[in-house]
């Protein structure tokens, strides 16, 4: 499951029967929560990657964009489906 099929929301794995859970995508201040170790430069750069693939574009395309290889975008994403899924301290409904 990846960003670009899920209309907006994030897939965060709670196994058992429904493996997945979708979460809405954060807002700007959460993302800066997640990666506040990350130089400012860098943030903006993931931002603008993930908000790329929760509206729609392919892979191919957002490394094109930002000079990556398809495989780093992907590399990126799941990184971040990590985050949201570290960031979520109670249990999901």
Known sequence: MNLKDCNGKVPVFV????PYKLVDFP??????LMYKR?????QDKIWSILKT???GRPLREVGKKHDLT???IRQVEA???RKVAASLTTDLP
């Open 15 to 18: 196994g058992g029967d429904a």
């Open 27 to 32: 807002t700007r201040e959460a993302f800066d």
């Open 79 to 81: 990184k971040f489906l």
């Open 53 to 55: 693939r929760v509206a």
């Open 70 to 72: 398809p495989e780093r």
């Open 38 to 42: 990350s130089n400012p430069v860098m």
